[in-house]
């Protein structure tokens, strides 16, 4: 983005207005040439810059100064959103001056939402006039939630199973697996909406699906309804809920497929004894109804729901509440049973790491 914002600013593609409206942005210079802070590969923040700073100046072949394109770099790296899908995938970045001078909040009250290129502000709550209008920077907020109570065990469980993550993340799917299974062992002996668990949950979730484990998929994603987000997100149409209930409900559709078929892969969810048209039909209820105010009801987000819920039959009609909270008391016991499983596969696998070494 550095050497796109250089190349038209030398040639004049870029309006005077929109140049100086991202001139105006905070750079926070002098905040990134003090800090001390490494990453994992040794280089300080201002050491990063300095190195994009030099490729965007050596391609773009600009003849601004250098203390210049740190600078332009600096601005950049602070004030892009991260450009997303509808249902928040990544894309890459996106600067939009006005929309960068947001602050951040533990609590925010607006939330950006992606529509192709549109950018689109959500409210996530009234907002009385002449308030200042706030964002996360992060992608998972504590909401108000008291920190973690102290444990001078945590911060070793919590290193070692941020390293076996990071290993994961270097091998192909089906062999990460066991690495993240072992990494959520680890942390089951604390809540799972503290952090690390919720990143490597989702990450074991994502390559669950990859690697087509449909059950393990499932019971993930289950622990984050019911564990996760409802503390992190407390909206229940918080885009990041809608998000995720609207992939459970396709990775529900693809499991009912299984089990018509009668597919061995998913035995294991048998003994819960689901309905899987029942949750189905529930699950996209709430996502038809979060939609409209996570997404906005013109959005293309709401508009995929509505088709997917005419093509698929789970829109009809809407199931009985004492119906649906059977079928929900068995989905809980799903997640809760993924936990015992998660400590028995840690176990498992140091067994087999100790044979290895001995």
Known sequence: MVIQLLLRRKAKSLPDTEWQAFLDLQSHVDDFSSSKMKNEHGLTTWHTIELMSQAASSYSGSKEPFSFIQTLTARILINTHTLTTPTLDPLGLCLAPHSALLNHSCTPNTVI??????????SLAAIPAKSELSISYIACITNGLP????????DAVEARAVGLQAEASTLPPDR??????????????YPPHWQPNPLILHTAFLNAVATQSWAIAFSNALIAYFYIDPLHHRLSWHPVRVVRKWAL???VTQIAGLVSEGDDSIKGLEKFGINWQTVA??????????????HGSNSSFTAEVKAFGEGAGVGRKKHEKALLEEEWAKLRKVADNRGGNAKEEDNEHRKEKSTSYS
């Open 176 to 189: 990460a697996a066991a690495l993240l299974k072992s990494a959520l062992g680890f942390l089951s002996q």
């Open 113 to 122: 939402i992606f529509s192709g290129s549109t950018l689109t502000l959500r």
């Open 281 to 294: 039909m529930g699950l996209f209820q709430e996502v038809a109804d979060g939609a409209h105010l996570s």
């Open 249 to 251: 409900l396709r990775l």
């Open 147 to 154: 920190d973690p109570c102290p444990d001078h065990n945590f």
